[in-house]
RNA sequence: CGCGGGGUAGAGCAGUGGUAGCUCGUCAGGCUCAUAAUCUGAAGGUCGUUGGUUCGAAUCCAACCCCCGCAACCA
């Protein structure tokens, strides 16, 4: 039971990282650095979805094989992570040779359990190759997919079919139990009702698409790529006696795939579902959706050059309550690295570091930790922003009583470093609750207090 | 009548029956160790609208208005 398995969604090739993503990487990777520093042996997956015909048409696009196309954008991925120091214990693609084996002995079992149809369906329609689904009539608009304003295609293909439907009324119980956790509340009750409106059998594969991975019992198809992404978590977490994940971190908008769908496709061979699924809210860019479309796509390198990393990982997650939508604007995040981060931390670093080191002061004990349950409460249910104020009341007090009792008109040696070391003994231990959220700076500060102490530059200069 | 969430100070939020709170911003004052920082104090809200229950409602009930999610390039 110590351990902590915690993923993040495989994002798809076809676009590069923008904030959302980030969003949920460095979400999971603080959970995850917490529960290491709380002596669990922590790990932390993420990587890269990169089947299916979005991806083979994007890559023809670029004159370039699916394969390559993948690999330039995956690293992308990889690249942006690393900068952001982001502790992932493997980085999975789709198309690693371990993955594409694990889906398919997945799939073979859940077609020998029964769980997939015999014979493939065969299925006519209009088909809309961006969104790759059908799509009824009444969903069009002037013979046109509403979003992509492309035209469908006339396709008719067979497809195998998972009987999704079998698992109604364990998927129910299960979440309601909160066996499968679903988080926050309001996503509970509503993937809760939208189960008790019937759940439909689900293609799984595809015909006439040769990017993806062959289904085992008929090598004619390829796995639908959702059906191939999901199994990621399991490929990992299988192979490392892991299972079942601890948490699946996920946008609100991929909530059904994760509580119901991957829950009821482990069901069906057998194994357990994760133990929790959470689904955090969006960002909309001053007042609108985020598009590319639009063209108001922040991307992670943005973020980086204003904030450093750390400030990044530490704006993103203060800003909004995790769980719900929160709109950016460069205003709001400015102010808030500017109040927390330069004059908050930073600042009170500063302050005790430079009084400390004109009185010549030396550190070389243990500090010890906070007993804050508060804390561990906030950011053990995904309460990040509220964590944050909690640790930020910390470094309130210690300017408050370092105001109050003005050692820097203190001319008695001794008292004057019996003080300063108390103060950095509260920092030190506050440190170690931002630690997760600032791992480099956390690192700093407590290294600059340790030993002799000495003046350094800003930790976070005001943007 | 598909299901659900929400509307509280300039901003972001907390507050589920008992004299409206937090962080930021604004204004005034103090301090000088510090990144024009920090500390103290103040101003600022008829808690979406209307009606009801109650000794008492942001909090319960009803109706209405407005935003949003499930529901559609995408986290």
Redesign the pocket.
């Known amino acids: 039971m110590n351990k902590f398995f915690a993923t993040t969604?495989i994002?798809?090739v076809?676009?590069v990282p923008h904030?959302?993503?980030t969003?949920?990487t460095i979400a999971a990777d603080v959970l995850t650095r917490y529960h290491h520093q709380k002596g669990k042996e922590a790990q932390l997956l993420t990587g890269t979805d990169e089947h299916g015909a979005k991806i083979a048409e994007a890559a023809k696009k670029h004159g370039e094989k699916p394969k390559e196309y993948a690999d330039k954008i995956s690293q992308e991925f990889k690249k942006t992570w690393d900068k952001l120091n982001i502790n992932y214990v493997r980085f999975i693609r789709t198309t690693d040779e371990d993955h594409i084996k694990i889906v398919q002995e997945f799939l073979l079992k859940m077609y020998k359990n029964g769980a997939v149809e015999e014979k493939p369906r065969l299925y006519k329609g209009l088909y809309c190759v961006?969104?790759e689904k059908f799509m009824s009539k009444d969903e069009l608009v002037n013979g046109l997919c509403?979003?992509?304003k492309t035209a469908p295609i006339d396709y008719a293909e067979e497809n195998y079919y998972f009987r999704l439907s079998d698992y109604q009324q364990k998927l129910e119980q299960l979440i309601s139990e909160d066996k499968i956790k679903v988080r926050p509340l309001?996503r509970k009750?509503?993937v809760l009702?939208?189960i008790r409106q019937g759940l439909e059998d689900i293609s799984i594969s595809r015909a006439n698409l040769e990017w993806g991975i062959p289904l085992p019992f008929d090598t004619s198809h390829t796995t639908y790529v959702w059906i191939d992404a999901l199994i990621n978590y399991y490929t990992y977490g299988s192979a490392n006696d892991l299972w079942p994940a601890d948490l699946h971190l996920?946008?609100?908008?991929?909530l059904?795939f994760h509580s119901v769908i991957w829950p009821a496709m482990l069901l069906s061979i057998g194994e357990e579902p994760p133990k929790e699924v959470f689904a955090?809210g969006?960002?909309t860019i001053n007042g609108e959706?985020?598009?590319?479309?639009i063209g108001n796509v922040i991307k992670p390198e943005e973020l980086i050059n204003k904030y450093g990393v750390d400030g990044t990982r530490y704006v993103l997650l203060a800003?909004?309550?995790f769980g719900?939508?929160?709109?950016f604007s460069w205003e709001?995040f400015d102010?808030l690295y500017?109040?927390?981060l330069?004059?908050?931390?930073?600042?009170l670093?500063?302050?005790v570091a430079?009084?400390s080191e004109k009185s010549g002061l030396s550190i070389n004990q243990d500090m010890g930790e906070h007993e804050t349950k508060d804390f561990e409460e906030k950011i053990e249910s995904l309460d990040f922003s509220g964590a944050l104020?909690v640790a930020?009341h910390y470094l309130?007090n210690i300017?408050?009583k370092?105001?109050?009792e003005?050692p820097?008109?203190i001319k008695d040696k001794d008292k004057l470093q019996k003080l300063l070391t108390s103060y950095i003994s509260e920092i030190v231990k506050t440190v170690k609750l931002f630690q997760p959220f600032l791992p480099q700076t956390a690192e700093n500060i407590l290294s600059q207090f340790s030993g002799s102490i000495k003046s350094a530059p800003?930790?976070?200069?005001?943007v």
């Open positions: 969604p994002y798809y076809n676009d904030i959302g993503h969003y949920t961006p969104h509403p979003d992509h309001t009750n509503e009702g939208k996920v946008g609100k908008d991929i059904w955090h969006f960002f959706k985020m598009s590319k479309t800003a909004f309550p719900e939508d929160g709109n709001l102010r500017n109040a927390d330069a004059n908050g931390l930073g600042n670093v500063a302050r430079r009084l104020v930020n309130k300017d408050e370092i105001s109050q003005k820097w008109e800003p930790l976070f200069p005001r």
